[in-house]
């Protein structure tokens, strides 16, 4: 069983950066679909950011994240990140990350009922 840990949310003037780490333990996810959701009240689980573990390193990107924020996985550490760059009010929410199972394309890991474990969020606030 895996376990993810997100960290690094912050409150944050627009224009801002961050960078959100996802710690996983347990299983291991070297070889498998990680991502980042974002949850803002009254809607539903939005992807912001996945990323294949394994060999070529496939990402995507929602259409607010389009190059603004960049993804990645470092295996040594097992640990997934997400920097964010000029940060914008509308990014204003909990961030999840989360692990799947499947293979599956890189247009379905955007979905939230693709992955099976989920950590319990971290909050990003911009203002301004």
């Given at each position: 069983q895996v376990q993810l840990m997100?960290?690094?949310?912050?409150?944050?003037?627009?224009?801002?950066?961050?960078t959100l780490s996802c710690?996983?333990?347990g299983t291991s996810t070297d070889t498998t679909y990680?991502?980042?959701?974002?949850?803002t009240p009254g809607k539903e689980r939005e992807g912001v950011a996945s990323i294949f573990t394994g060999r070529g390193r496939t990402k995507t990107y929602g259409d607010s994240a389009k190059g603004r924020f960049t993804?990645?996985?470092?295996?040594?550490?097992?640990t997934m990140a997400l920097q964010m760059l000029s940060l914008e009010a509308e990014?204003?929410?909990?961030y999840f990350c989360a692990t799947s199972t499947r293979i599956m394309p890189a247009h379905?890991?955007?979905d939230p009922?693709?992955?099976?474990a989920?950590?319990?969020g971290t909050q990003v606030a911009v203002s301004g």
């Amino acid at each position: 069983q895996v376990q993810l840990m997100e960290s690094g949310g912050a409150s944050v003037q627009a224009g801002g950066s961050l960078t959100l780490s996802c710690l996983t333990s347990g299983t291991s996810t070297d070889t498998t679909y990680m991502a980042w959701f974002r949850q803002t009240p009254g809607k539903e689980r939005e992807g912001v950011a996945s990323i294949f573990t394994g060999r070529g390193r496939t990402k995507t990107y929602g259409d607010s994240a389009k190059g603004r924020f960049t993804v990645s996985y470092d295996n040594a550490k097992k640990t997934m990140a997400l920097q964010m760059l000029s940060l914008e009010a509308e990014d204003t929410g909990v961030y999840f990350c989360a692990t799947s199972t499947r293979i599956m394309p890189a247009h379905a890991s955007m979905d939230p009922t693709a992955y099976v474990a989920w950590g319990q969020g971290t909050q990003v606030a911009v203002s301004g």
